[in-house]
């Protein structure tokens, strides 16, 4: 498992890093972008949402081609199509043409995330998953701690070649995506069957191991794929999922700007203080996953952080001096990346196979319908009150509801003994 996370890992992680700098590089480019070309906050908040529209329509469709042609090639063709479509919204000239660039992201990108999460299910026994989602999911908090100084320098491009700062982060922070879609296609094997770097011996073991798991899984849940999209747990899930993403994206694509208003704070300043609850949450996010894999129990290790998402957002919302409002945020920074790789271990621990790639679509698809309500709602809470409060407020509400659908929820414990007895 050493050899394969080594293999696999760094690859993965280095593709979602830039997926989702892609992704929320727009919270960046928001407050210039908008000075230029006169968008409100609902405006903004509407078109940086739609793109999850697209994400929903398309995600499950995606991932059931990705099943049916393998991972390798089509997660670089999706690499590829984002990273084209990423550097185009550099040459948005209003609020049409920032909605159907939007929408067209969307659409490239739906299913890598996904994808990546079944991708794991073919190479990682049940007892590695949260920390294997974990080290996955560990760039998305990272992207911003990276992403954030370095967008800031981008943004002080202002002027260079003519063009503005917001519309080279848009270029620079694309190509990276077009460079890697040649890794993916050179690097990363569809199956444990194809991977010539294991010995025979580690190959049979962990293809024995996998199928083993998956006939217990599919002896207590055994759903097709058309049936994982109607399952009332999958789509409880979907929604625990999006009380997560809501204040995900929220914070994502406004924090920046709440940072801006705080004032006398240049762009690299900026970056700088937005990167730190991500920072946090990064640390956060490898401890819990270990923990949570070192217990094997999952509901109270997703409760304890919804819990800390509602009571950071409602301190934020309340306060209003710089420091102690950012200490809030980061404790809901904490709760929402502890929160995202523990709750994947769930739905993996109740589907197998197509049904696998379809349902934990079907869950991401609900979900990020968070990233389309998320920023619209906020956006338009905070041009009508003129303030944050409210819309702060309202991220904090939605984790209230991912933590009574996870009472109601549960989990399993059959799976999970099962995938023990599996490894004794």
């Known amino acids: 498992m050493s050899k394969v996370s080594w293999r696999l890992l760094p690859l993965l992680m280095v593709s979602y890093f830039v997926a989702y700098l892609d992704r929320v590089n727009l ?72 909605n159907v660039i939007r929408f067209l992201l969307g659409i490239a990108e739906a299913g890598f995330f996904p994808g990546v999460i079944f991708y794991i299910t073919l190479w990682f026994p049940a007892a590695y ?29 202002e002027g260079v070649n003519g063009m503005h700062g917001w519309q080279w982060l848009f270029i620079l922070e694309a190509v990276p995506a077009l460079v890697l879609t040649f890794f993916v296609l050179l690097y990363l094997p569809d199956r444990p069957k194809d991977a010539k770097w294991l010995t025979t011996e580690e190959r049979d073991w962990l293809q024995g191991t996998l199928e083993a798991e998956r006939r217990n899984r599919e002896s207590i849940h055994k759903i097709s794929w058309t049936q994982s999209l109607f399952n009332w747990r999958v789509i409880a899930l979907g929604f625990v999922y999006m009380g997560i993403t809501v204040p995900l994206y929220g914070l994502g694509f406004f924090l920046p700007q709440i940072i801006k208003g705080f004032g006398g704070l240049g762009n690299v300043e900026i970056g700088f203080i937005n990167a ?105 809470l905070k041009d009508k009150m003129g303030n944050d409060f409210y819309a702060v407020l309202f991220l904090a509400l939605l984790s209230v509801v991912a933590f009574a659908l996870v009472l109601v929820i549960g989990h399993d414990k059959r799976a999970e003994l099962g995938a023990q007895a599996v490894r004794a």
Do not use: H
């Open 27 to 98: 919270g960046f480019a928001g407050a210039s972008m908008s000075k230029d070309l006169g968008f409100t906050a609902a405006i903004f908040g509407s078109a940086a949402g739609i793109f999850f529209i697209a994400y929903f329509l398309f995600e499950v469709p995606s991932n059931l081609a990705l099943e049916r042609f393998g991972a390798r090639r089509w997660i670089a063709r999706i690499m590829f199509s984002w990273g084209l479509i990423s550097a185009a919204q550099a040459w948005v000239g209003g609020a049409t043409s920032f």
């Open 129 to 157: 998953r949260a920390r294997i989602v974990g080290w996955f999911m560990f760039a998305i908090p990272i992207s911003t701690v990276i992403g954030s100084p370095i967008s800031g320098f981008i943004l002080n491009m």
């Open 276 to 380: 730190f609850p991500y920072l946090i949450g990064a640390i956060a996010m490898l401890f819990w996953t270990r923990w949570s894999d070192a217990t094997k129990e999952r509901k109270v290790f997703l409760l304890i952080p919804l819990a800390c998402i509602f009571v950071g957002l409602v301190a934020a919302a309340e306060i209003s001096a710089p420091i102690p409002k950012m200490a809030a945020v980061t404790l809901a920074a904490f709760g929402i990346f502890a929160a995202l790789p523990v709750f994947w271990t769930v739905p993996t621990a109740l589907l197998s196979g197509v049904a696998a790639a379809a349902g934990i679509a079907w869950i991401n698809s609900i979900g990020n319908l968070g990233g389309y309500i998320g920023p619209t709602i906020f956006g338009m």
